[in-house]
């Protein structure tokens, strides 16, 4: 059975750290990870990963993932309040299938 | 504009009673999901449609049933099977190789 596990499940932080969130992952045949923000209904997009040790980036947010380890990480420096939120790693897997896994997600919480 | 639609926002069954969950897109996207989400968990994936006519159940899918006649449309049915129906359950789509997209999902209670 295909399984994505995200840790820790809860994060309390103060604004202005850094935050380092996993997820790891065991999948038939992987094709790509992709990381979600969900802060009221409807989670929305942050990165998709495919290939190995090259760091996506986009403002204060970076991701990258390792095969080798079957893991990704999510980075958010200097955290502000409006980062509070659940964030999600779905992997996707399969032959030929657009099949999509979810983890358990991580809550986020920054204090001000 | 395009995106998904989810219909109802919030619904409310008695026990016992099927219930069917709208999900509509204008993305022109092959593929639909259906997933529910507990509160404060993931999402755990019930029913996904790579194509009209065709669906495949995902990790969740006792007491679930879904339709594909219409490229555009991927409606839910709960039925009277699945034992804790009450969740959150959020339809998307996609195209090959690109994110997700998701619709504002759609709070069910059954008492």
């Known amino acids: 059975e295909d399984k994505v596990v995200q840790s820790p499940l809860s994060l309390v932080v103060h604004e202005g750290d850094t935050v380092t969130l996993n997820c790891s992952y065991e999948?038939?045949?992987?094709?790509?990870l992709l990381w979600y923000k969900q802060e009221k209904k409807a989670p929305t997009f942050l990165f998709m990963l495919t290939s190995s040790g090259i760091e996506k980036k986009s403002g204060r947010l970076s991701s990258i993932l390792d095969k080798k380890e079957l893991s990704s990480i999510l980075n958010i420096t200097a955290t502000q309040t409006g980062d509070s939120a659940i964030y999600l790693c779905?992997?996707?897997?399969?032959?030929?299938?657009?099949?999509?896994?979810f983890g358990q997600g991580t809550r986020l919480t920054i204090n001000p | 504009d395009g995106g998904i639609t989810q219909s109802p926002k919030y619904l409310f069954r008695k026990e016992g009673q099927n219930v069917t969950l709208s999900c509509e897109q204008n993305?022109?996207?092959?593929?639909m999901y259906w997933y529910r989400q507990d509160p404060g968990q993931g999402l755990r994936l019930i029913y996904y449609s790579q194509i009209v006519n065709d669906f495949q159940k995902g990790d969740i899918a006792e007491g679930y049933s879904v339709s594909r006649e219409k490229k555009e449309s991927f409606p839910l049915t709960v039925t009277s099977a699945q034992k804790n129906p009450t969740a959150f359950y959020l339809c998307a789509s996609r195209q090959s190789n690109s994110p997700l997209h998701f619709g504002n999902g759609t709070r069910l209670t059954v008492t």
């Open positions: 779905a992997v996707e897997a399969g032959l030929g299938a657009q099949k999509l896994v």
């Open positions: 999948v038939t045949n992987f094709r790509s």
């Open positions: 993305l022109n996207h092959d593929a």
